[in-house]
């Protein structure tokens, strides 16, 4: 899937401060019947986010204005549940390209890769410091730094390095995916078929 | 040699290269698609101008979005007809075997694999479904995937996987009455939590494993991933080759001799270390119920849900919000809560097993006035075994109607939402926010707590009944 590739990104961010957001509130499964990858934004913690007459909940963080930026930040185990890509799709189409959280889901985390989404892990202790940088100023400035695997709070020079493997971490600079890895590998597949 | 355990037997055997510094690429001998996490992967393909690699080693169903009534008909909603349409469409151009809606095969993915004899002892087998984890009953590597890896599998029959870590969970002795496969299940996740599996492969051992039903090791290993973990498995074994000798796909004559003496051997080494390590007793396993908003949130059903005293930090917030969701109090005991709607089904609880319990349980007894209960088999071949072994009599003499197979309340996307407030006993396998319906609140137990909750309105321990 096509994606812009990753360097660095200097941003504010919007806070989340839940644990164990399952994929069921990133994307609620009756928002999973496109068949294009398109619109999924809007939908995005779409019943944390919205009323049931659509009005927007106002103290939803991603209905206050003063948050905003491309870094998502959210409790422990962001991500768990069902496999669905959509909520990558969802989080990337409303402009998020950063997650930090101190654990990930496993499929969550694959999938992120696969999209283009960088998935930040860092220490419980820094999650905290992030949440109470926000809280003091929404404004904020942070930067995910890819080559150097860094996750700084600007204003207090606070920085944590993060794990990614250099596998994932060459194809999101370059925008690559797997299946252009995979394509040009078929002899080799063919040749291991051949000697099961 | 080396001693390994069932999961590297298995990798191993299925790696076909190491990307230095990277993940494996490891090979895919059974994958299986639905309506809703493939087309985006077949539009993918068509973008790149690529064929699908291995057409025979797809199956294909519609499960997620499609009607649990009048399936004779056209599909109402147009967004799931068109889903569906779409995967239909996609196999006839890619020639993969597609089990349509009403035809012999069709069912929830994860319960036709097993029924038409494709998930098998030592296979690699993925699913762009969370609960593909399921086929691991059968001594096979199974687990979900992203659109992205349903791409990679169409175009390559490979994914790109780092290998993941190893835990044995062991539970030894032999369960109480009225005890199931759910419940262990809940149980484990309720010590380990919704992350205590995260970045590992589970095998299930143990005395109280092992004397499981096929079914019931299909139950277990579902909801693996519900503690986190890609998957779970259990070694193959007797039970598990009479289940599979026979089926459509199961190997034949000299080819099933040979495949069994193979299966014989797909056990861990007596000296393979896990990464992690967990041993449970079965005589300590009741009934289990949950009350909060993931299934780690679960206790034995005659326990009271946890005081938020002693609990600090995040672990209260989420505690207490999962509380106020559900509109419960700390400390209150679970029987005797109020229950509206009842759905037995699911990729979780939806073969016929779970069908027997249900209607041994019901047989003679009514339901509730108050409940509206949805029974739904989880695939053709389930509701014609229903039907042969009359339990649809059973069924319908103590008020309850089948419906037709599908996912269905399991995860709401169509019209089998709970609606906003009401309580559902659910035999599925999440009990997330808004997961049965936006505002729907879910409690999850086994068919025979569910049962025992379909005639008497109320949450109850199913031993008080039997």
Not at chain 2, 290 to 302: A, E, H, Q, V
Request: aromatic share 8%; proline share 5%.
């Amino acid at each position: 899937m096509a994606y812009d590739k990753f360097s660095k990104i200097t941003s504010p961010a919007v806070p989340l401060p839940v644990e164990n957001v399952d994929t069921d509130q990133i994307i609620p499964a009756r928002y999973l019947k496109a068949v294009e990858r398109k619109g999924f934004g809007d939908n995005l913690f779409r019943d944390w986010r919205y009323n049931k007459d659509g009005t927007p909940k106002t103290d939803f963080p991603l209905n206050n204005s003063s948050y905003s930026g491309k870094v998502l930040v959210a409790g422990k185990n962001f991500g768990s549940g069902s496999s669905r890509e959509h909520a990558i799709w969802a989080l990337y189409d409303y402009g998020f390209r950063v997650v930090v959280s101190s654990f990930f889901a496993d499929i969550f985390r694959n999938n992120a890769l696969n999209n283009g989404l960088l998935p930040v892990i860092v220490s419980p202790e820094f999650l905290e410091k992030i949440f109470q940088e926000i809280e003091k100023n929404p404004a904020a400035q942070f930067e995910a730094n890819l080559e150097n695997q860094t996750f700084t709070i600007l204003k207090t020079g606070e920085s944590e390095t993060f794990e990614i493997n250099p596998y994932k971490k060459h194809c999101l600079k370059n925008g690559l995916d797997d299946i252009d890895y995979l394509v040009a590998l078929k002899e080799e597949i063919t040749a291991f078929e051949e000697g099961k | 040699m080396e001693a390994n355990t069932l999961f590297d037997k298995i990798w191993d055997a299925h790696a076909v290269k190491q990307v230095e510094g990277g993940p494996a690429v490891l090979y895919i001998d059974r994958h299986l698609i639905h309506e809703v996490t493939s087309p985006v992967a077949f539009l993918g393909l068509k973008t790149r101008g690529l064929k699908v690699f291995r057409p025979d080693q797809t199956t294909a169903t519609p499960d997620h979005n499609v009607p649990t009534e009048n399936q004779h008909l056209t599909i109402m909603d147009e967004l799931s007809r068109h889903q569906v349409d779409m995967l239909k469409r996609n196999c006839e151009e890619h020639n993969i075997k597609y089990h349509d809606l009403q035809s012999d095969g069709h069912g929830i993915v994860h319960i036709i694999g097993p029924e038409l004899g494709l998930t098998q002892p030592g296979l690699t087998i993925v699913c762009g479904d969370s609960h593909t984890s399921t086929h691991g009953a059968f001594g096979a590597i199974a687990f979900g995937i992203g659109t992205s890896e349903v791409e990679m599998v169409l175009a390559s029959q490979c994914i790109m996987q780092p290998k993941p870590k190893k835990m044995r969970i062991t539970v030894n002795g032999e369960l109480k009455k009225g005890v199931t496969a759910k419940d262990i299940a809940l149980y484990i996740i309720s010590q380990i939590s919704t992350s205590g599996g995260t970045g590992h492969f589970i095998e299930y051992a143990g005395q109280a494993i092992t004397s499981l039903s096929m079914e019931g090791r299909m139950t277990l290993c579902n909801l693996s991933i519900e503690s986190g973990a890609r998957g779970g498995m259990i070694a193959p074994d007797e039970t598990t080759i009479n289940y599979v000798k026979g089926r459509q796909y199961a190997p034949k004559g000299a080819d099933w001799e040979k495949a069994v003496s193979a299966w014989k051997e797909l056990k861990s080494d007596e000296e393979a270390v896990f990464d992690t390590e967990y041993t449970f007793d079965a005589a300590d396993i009741e009934p289990m119920i949950t009350y909060g908003t993931n299934p780690g949130m679960g206790i034995g059903i005659t326990q009271n849900i946890p005081k938020v005293n002693g609990m600090s930090g995040s672990d209260k917030s989420t505690f207490l919000k999962s509380l106020q969701y559900m509109g419960y109090t700390e400390g209150d005991s679970m029987i005797g809560k109020q229950v509206d709607y009842v759905f037995v089904g699911s990729c979780t609880n939806g073969r016929i097993e779970d069908f027997r319990a249900f209607a041994g349980f019901v047989k003679g007894k009514e339901k509730a006035p108050g409940v509206t209960a949805w029974l739904v088999p989880g695939s053709q071949k389930v509701e014609k075994q229903i039907r042969n072994e009359g339990l649809d009599k059973i069924l319908e003499a103590a008020g309850f109607q089948l419906r037709q197979p599908g996912c269905s309340a399991c995860l709401a996307m169509n019209e089998d939402k709970i609606p906003d407030g009401k309580y559902a006993v659910s035999t599925s396998n999440r009990n997330f926010e808004g997961r049965q319906g936006p505002g729907a609140r879910t409690m999850l137990a086994s068919p025979l707590t569910a049962a025992a909750a379909a005639i008497t309105g109320t949450i109850t321990d199913p031993r008080d009944m039997m």
